[in-house]
């Protein structure tokens, strides 16, 4: 990609992926969408060219794309597995109105795009452990089932019209520069600013809840990586499972006392989140990811747990 532009700017990856991807391509190369109302980081509205694109309004996004002259889109608009539970219409929505207005545009004016999938793809049905990238997926929340919808449309324009479509199936993202956005995985990052402001945590989920984390810099590197990836080695485009730290709230907790010896936490269960959390696989097979295009994340657990205490203890 020469000119990028990044939907959804300003959320808990996006933030970061302009900057990340400004330093890699040029400050004027990468540009910053957002939807008016939203608290744009001083960062992301200073430090290279900034537009409204609102992925629910195609007409104003094919502005912006020919006006940068973009050639590549990371589309990240989208509402989180809790907040899309409380708001369903809207999350259908964005993540798959918004994602067919995308595709069209892609498709007039020959443009790559990526769009995240999830852990959320799969369901109940699915296999709990090591899931595969090919298997069953009946999710049970709107968030998921706009996923699974959002790979087979994906898909659908690569095969029947050559869009240059590729995607991966985010587990939960752990960061320490943006507040935790309505995630069931957000859970660990409330934990991590418990610990370092010194407060007891209630942990909504019950121990023994296994979920797939994964730290921030591994996930826009992974996403880079894949739309740089050479097209002929790519099997499945959408979406690869990408994997990194399986673990529950107790090997959390653990990870932090070490860091942090007088923490302490209680559980009290939120039945939603917990609900959701086990309809979710404990761990994922990312082995698709790793021999199509390299894929090969960095950091563990008690790496993150390091970064984000240390982090958020210069931040709070």
């Known amino acids: 990609m020469k000119k990028v532009l990044v939907i959804g700017a300003t959320g808990q990856i996006g933030s970061e992926l302009v900057v990340k991807l400004r330093s890699i391509y040029g400050d004027n190369q990468v540009v910053a969408g957002y939807v008016p109302g939203v608290n744009v980081p001083d960062a992301i509205r200073y430090g290279g060219p ?43 929505n964005i993540q798959i109105n918004g994602v067919l207005n995308l595709l069209e545009i892609a498709r007039e004016k020959k443009l790559s795009v990526f769009t995240p999938s999830s852990i959320g ?7 709990k452990d090591h899931t595969p990238q090919d298997t069953i997926q009946r999710p ?35 960061s320490y520069t943006t507040p935790p956005g309505g995630g069931t995985t957000d859970y ?8 370092v402001k ?34 002929s080695r790519l099997k499945h485009r959408n979406a690869f499972n990408i994997a990194s730290i399986s673990v529950d709230p107790e090997m959390i ?52 747990t390091l970064e984000m205490t240390q982090k958020l203890k210069l931040l709070l």
Not at 264 to 290: F, G, H
């Open 50 to 92: 900034l537009e409204v694109a609102d992925i629910l309004n195609p007409k104003q996004l094919a502005e912006v794309v020919d006006k940068y002259e973009v050639d590549g889109v990371y589309n990240l608009a989208a509402l989180l597995s809790v907040v899309g539970e409380q708001k369903p219409i809207l999350a259908w």
């Open 188 to 195: 660990a990052i409330d934990m991590y600013h418990a610990a």
């Open 253 to 304: 907790f653990d990870s932090i006392r070490k860091v942090i010896p007088n923490f302490e936490m209680v559980y009290k269960i939120d039945t939603l989140r917990q609900e959701i959390a086990n309809s979710w696989p404990n761990s994922l097979d990312d082995s698709c990811a790793r021999e199509e295009w390299d894929w090969n994340p960095i950091c563990d657990l008690e790496c993150m």
């Open 198 to 231: 010194g407060e007891k945590y209630a942990c909504p989920l019950k121990a023994g809840t296994f979920l797939d984390l994964m730290y921030m810099p591994d996930a826009l590197h992974g996403a880079i990586q894949l739309m740089e990836a050479d097209p």
């Open 121 to 127: 793809a799969f369901g109940d049905t699915s296999p």
């Open 140 to 174: 049970t929340t709107i968030y998921g089932i706009s996923k699974v919808t959002c790979e087979l449309l994906s898909d659908y324009y690569f095969h029947r019209y050559g869009v240059d479509t590729r995607s991966v199936r985010f587990p939960g993202l752990i």
